[in-house]
């Protein structure tokens, strides 16, 4: 693991109590382990030479510089300011599960955080939407550096409670935001499948591309509990005293079914998809993000 | 249902059983709540598996249990009975107990024996079967009497049921039991096995064989392994107890007999004592202490006997007058004492007669012969004479002469020849001499007869030795021959003074068959046969092709054998002495076998007294005399007629009480009131005091196949309940381990175990 990463650890992240020292803690990192990475602005202001990293696309190179000093640089160059990012966050009751340092809400909003930091850094607009049985707070879309108080303010006054209703929450993000942009949706996805299906649909029919950031916890991927143990539903009013380890099998035969019906109705509908764990450095969820930014470039 | 060996445990631990079931109520209680945002998956897996789910940990629940179940029936050890008999409740065990008591078991050591130490085996038995409470029945056999229960006789305790009182009954059999003097083997215990009432199906029966294991009874044995593997599978159980814990020190007297020679009053006569080692180191200075009519006298000592080996000595005795005489040979005592001692009686006439049948009424063979045989004075060679003409073979009775000589015979008549016959047919020795007067064609066609008859050899006809008289060297070359054994090792100048004329020829290439008992046992030194002998029935004949008086004839002078040649005397003497040897033969009577007087019903009355050795106190029993039932009576009285008992028919008493060794005396009354006595020597088997003996890995050598369990005496503490029925323990034992294994199987199979991988990942 690269040193940069290390930092960008959940139990590194989890130590640090405030949500936008948080978030520039996981962007600096980020950045300062992809520092000779391509994932940098794309436009057409210069911004600076950087020497040449195997994987840099050739056509970057400054071949001028290369005739003058024999040395391969490539050009970097200012972001365009024309990516509008709504970030809708999953508050409801099934997020507060955890089983490490950091349960799926807090994993959850230290990513939005983080990509609103990064967002912001590249003078993008950025917007939050917190919600669980219907829209809790709503943070509208700006480009300023400050704006990140406001987006950071409304994830921490979004505790979790209460259950999921997905399909109306995306109804209304897509009716609130009708201009296209990226909407980054993180959430553990426990919800009906087919709402969710219908609400990525209608966004992706009002031209937004769709990222989703699906936060599973390691217990509820792996189950690996043993022992007698109840089961208390933290979203719907269900109780099972059982064995966990008789029930395993049966247990990861119907959440595989779920994550291949997640995955397939994702990739149906065009939208980029992230399983991504609380245990795992949140690093991969801004590559995901990057990565999924410059195909829209490109489109 | 079966019984148990440690009942109390079951009822301690049999609510055990219901430990798995507590521990998963206490579980239910205890566990941990988890609040779970995937209810979903959960509940539908629950909702697919709960059947599946439910029977497992049902099944599991169950081994559990069982798995307790199982070791707490382990440590109760549950007896399985007869499966009729756990129908009926009542299936019995029946011990029969075959003890050893040939002498060999008298064996000490310490301050025990081995049968002392088969009656503690016994004892053991019993008190352990007593406290059973399944019914027992015991049944003793000692191998003494295992012959006499084939022919009816009780054996000491038949199928006594063991209860309170039993102890005392069987302490009352036991208490007197010595061993006996018999060499009784455990092949009859084993087949009187057969002989007791058959095994019933509710009936488990134990057949314990409490012995010393002797190598001489037990190696080879085929018909032991026979008897054992028919016990075997009639569904009997098979337990030997070995008594003996090493072989000891055993010297005995194997052989104590008259040697060859003339019985006569006055005469001396030298007798065989042979000292036996049967033990496992080397003895010296062995002291046999003799006695003669009672007398003791000095005894013979013998410097060294090897282990495992025996030296014969010769001792002489002369004893006075005519009668029996008793000798008695006795060691000093060892490990078994039964075998030191050794009686004989001797048979002692006035005189032995001989009859000495002369072809020429001159008599001048007779005369050598007869004086060689009794040469008066007062020189006493105990032989009586008695020269006659061939017919008195006719007209009179042989029997009362050991040896007939026939000499320079012409003719026999028919009548003769077969008196002759009969005579050496029933163990009678005949000496025959040629002369001028035999004729070959008569010898040929009446006395060999092909073979058939008494002569040994076909003849040729008269010949005369024709040798080089200058060349040094005798005419009489002799075999390594009784007759002949007193010239052995000696310079043999008497004999080789001897000079041979004319003899008999041999038929041309005649030469003893290989296979028969004819045997040329001097030669002439042209090699023609001189001397040739054979056995004709019980008796022997020895035929001299030349003649027996030295005189001239009108053939010229035969030989010079007889005239002033020492040797013709003792050639002569040992030839009597050999020729009557089978008449002389002494009947080794052995204790046990059944003691059998002819009673000529003519001169005796039929009852018979008989007195026991005095050893034994000299008790005496009358025995009526009956009538032998022959074959042929036997088959009369199958088709169902009567034997009619016929005046002049010969009877026999029978003395079946002869277990012990000594001298037994039969008096039988004559008509006329007078009595007279027989005496009869009756002596242990030697081979018996034989102490070596097979350990457990050499006997289950010999015993390959058969199934059977083997003890050692002071090993023997058998566990009641183990004779009540099949022991489940170890059976238990298996079904936990099955059980264990099923329920680790199912376990793992109920459970999650991350893979190596996962496990690291985690």
Redesign the interface.
Same mark, same amino acid.
């Given at each position: 693991m690269p040193d940069s990463r290390r930092f960008l650890h959940p139990e590194a992240i989890g130590r640090i109590a405030r949500l936008d020292l948080r978030a520039r803690h996981v962007v600096e990192g980020f950045l300062a382990g992809i520092h000779k990475s391509p994932y940098f602005g794309q436009s057409i202001e210069f911004l600076q030479h950087r020497q040449y990293a195997p994987g840099d696309e050739l056509r970057h190179v400054d071949w001028k510089v290369w005739a003058k000093q024999d040395r391969f640089y490539v050009k970097q160059f200012e972001e365009d300011t024309n990516l509008r990012a709504t970030l809708v966050v999953d508050v409801s009751?099934?997020?507060?599960?955890g089983s490490g340092p950091l349960n799926?809400y807090e994993y959850g909003a230290t990513v939005a955080a983080s990509l609103a930091y990064l967002v912001l850094r590249q003078q993008d607009a950025v917007g939050c939407v917190a919600f669980d049985e219907a829209v809790r707070t709503k943070v509208p879309q700006k480009t300023k550096r400050s704006h990140l108080n406001s987006i950071i303010q409304a994830l921490d006054a979004s505790a979790p409670r209460e259950k999921t209703d997905i399909g109306a929450i995306l109804r209304t993000v897509a009716e609130a935001y009708p201009r296209r942009g990226l909407i980054i949706l993180i959430s553990?996805l426990?919800v009906d499948r087919t709402g969710l299906f219908k609400g990525i649909k209608l966004l992706r029919q009002h031209g937004h591309d769709v990222l989703v950031f699906h936060i599973m916890?390691?217990d509820?991927l792996?189950f690996?509990?043993?022992? =007698?143990?109840?089961?208390?539903?933290?979203?719907?009013d269900?109780q099972?005293?059982?064995? =966990?380890?008789?029930?395993? &099998?049966?247990?990861l &035969?119907?959440?595989n079914a779920?994550l291949d019906e997640v995955r397939h109705g994702c990739a149906k509908n065009g939208v980029q998809y992230k399983l991504v764990r609380t245990s795992e450095p949140l690093d991969g969820a801004l590559a995901t993000f990057l990565t999924d930014r410059r195909q829209m470039l490109r489109r | 249902m079966p019984s148990f060996v440690f009942e109390s445990l079951l009822w301690w631990g049999l609510p055990l059983v219901g430990l798995p079931v507590l521990i998963h109520l206490i579980?239910?209680m205890? *566990?941990?709540?988890?609040?779970? %945002? %995937?209810?979903?998956?959960?509940?539908?897996?629950?909702k697919? *598996?709960r059947k599946s789910?439910l029977f497992?940990?049902l099944l599991l629940l169950l081994l559990r249990m069982a798995a307790i179940a199982a070791v707490v029936m382990m440590l109760a050890q549950p007896l399985l009975r007869n499966k009729w008999g756990a129908i009926f409740g009542g299936a019995r065990t029946h011990h029969v107990v075959l003890v050893d008591d040939s002498f060999s078991m008298s064996d000490h050591w310490a301050d025990t024996s081995a049968f002392e130490q088969a009656k503690g085996v016994v004892t053991r038995l019993a008190a352990s079967a007593e406290r059973q409470d399944t019914p027992q029945v015991f049944t003793l056999i000692r191998f003494s009497r295992a012959g006499q229960i084939a022919r009816g006789t009780q054996p000491d305790l038949l199928e006594s049921p063991i209860d309170a009182q039993f102890p005392e009954t069987l302490e009352k059999v036991l208490g007197p039991l010595v061993p006996s003097q018999t060499a009784a083997g455990p092949v009859e215990a084993l087949d009187a096995v057969d002989g007791l009432p058959a095994k019933g199906a509710d009936e488990d029966r134990i057949v314990y064989l409490v012995s010393d294991f002797r190598a001489g009874d037990w190696r080879e044995a085929a018909a032991l392994r026979k008897s054992l593997e028919r016990i075997a599978t009639a569904g009997s159980q098979v337990h030997l107890v070995n008594c003996v814990d090493a072989m000891h020190q055993n010297l005995a007297i194997a052989v104590l007999k008259p040697a060859p020679g003339t019985r006569a009053a006055g005469v001396p006569l030298l007798v065989e004592v042979t000292v036996q080692n049967f033990g496992p180191e080397d003895a010296r200075n062995v002291s046999v202490a003799l006695q003669e009519d009672g007398h003791a006298r000095t005894p013979v000592v013998v410097e060294e006997v090897p282990a495992g080996k025996s030296v014969t000595r010769r001792f002489p005795v002369m004893f006075a007058t005519a009668g029996q005489h008793e000798l008695a040979a006795q060691l000093e005592s060892d490990a078994v004492t039964t075998d030191n001692r050794r009686t004989l009686v001797v048979d002692v006439p006035p005189a032995v007669e001989v009859l000495v049948i002369d072809g020429d009424a001159r008599g001048s063979d007779a005369f050598f012969l007869t004086s060689a045989l009794s040469p008066g004075g007062k020189i006493a060679s105990g032989l009586s004479p008695v020269i006659e003409s061939p017919r008195y073979l006719r007209d009179h009775p042989l029997d009362r002469f050991a040896t007939i000589f026939l000499l320079n015979i012409d003719r026999l008549d028919s009548a003769e020849i077969a008196a002759l016959e009969d005579f050496v047919r029933l163990g009678g020795g005949l000496g025959i001499f040629l002369g001028e007067r035999s004729r070959a064609a008569f010898m040929n066609d009446s006395l060999y007869r092909g073979g058939e008859g008494l002569l040994p050899l076909p003849l040729a006809g008269p010949e005369e030795l024709i040798v080089d008289r200058l060349e040094k060297a005798p005419d009489i070359e002799v075999s390594d021959h009784p007759i002949f054994a007193v010239f052995a090792g000696e310079r043999n100048s008497f004999l080789g003074a001897v000079t041979i004329n004319r003899y008999f020829a041999a038929e041309k290439n005649w030469l003893p068959e290989p296979d028969s008992s004819t045997r040329i046992i001097a030669h002439l030194r042209n090699k023609a046969p001189l001397a040739v002998e054979k056995q004709f029935g019980e008796g022997r004949v020895v035929a001299f092709l030349t003649k027996a008086s030295p005189l001239e004839t009108e053939l010229g002078s035969w030989n010079n054998w007889a005239r002033g040649n020492p040797s013709f005397v003792v050639a002569m003497l040992e030839l009597q002495s050999y020729l009557s040897a089978p008449k002389n033969a002494d009947p080794s009577r052995l204790v046990g076998t059944p003691l059998s007087i002819p009673v000529d019903t003519a001169l005796f009355t039929p009852q018979v007294r008989f007195m026991m050795p005095r050893e034994l106190g000299g008790a005496t029993l009358t025995v009526d005399a009956t009538t032998p039932v022959s074959p042929e009576n036997n088959e009369k009285l199958k088709d169902g007629e009567k034997a009619a008992p016929a005046d002049n028919i010969e009877r026999v008493a029978v003395l079946n009480e002869t277990d012990s060794s000594g001298i037994y005396e039969a008096r039988l009354v004559k008509l006329d009131g007078s009595e007279v006595t027989e005496r009869f020597a009756l002596n242990v088997a030697p081979e018996e005091g034989d102490l070596r003996k097979l350990d457990a890995q050499a006997l289950a050598g010999e015993l390959q196949g058969v199934r059977y369990e083997y003890y050692e005496a002071q090993d023997i503490n058998y566990n009641p309940q183990q004779l009540a029925g099949f022991n489940l323990g170890e059976s238990l034992l298996y079904l936990l381990i099955a059980v264990l294994l099923a329920e680790q199987v199912l376990a793992y199979v109920?459970?999650?175990h991350?893979k190596p991988l996962?496990a690291r990942a985690?």
């Open positions: 009751r099934s997020m507060s599960y799926k553990d426990l916890d390691d509820e792996d690996q509990f043993s022992g =007698p143990t109840r089961f208390d539903g933290l979203e719907i269900e099972l005293a059982c064995n =966990p380890r008789a029930l395993r &099998e049966g247990y &035969e119907s959440l779920y | 579980n239910l205890r *566990h941990r709540r988890v609040e779970w %945002a %995937a209810m979903e998956f959960l509940l539908q897996s629950q697919r *598996h789910v497992k940990q109920c459970s999650y991350p996962e985690k």
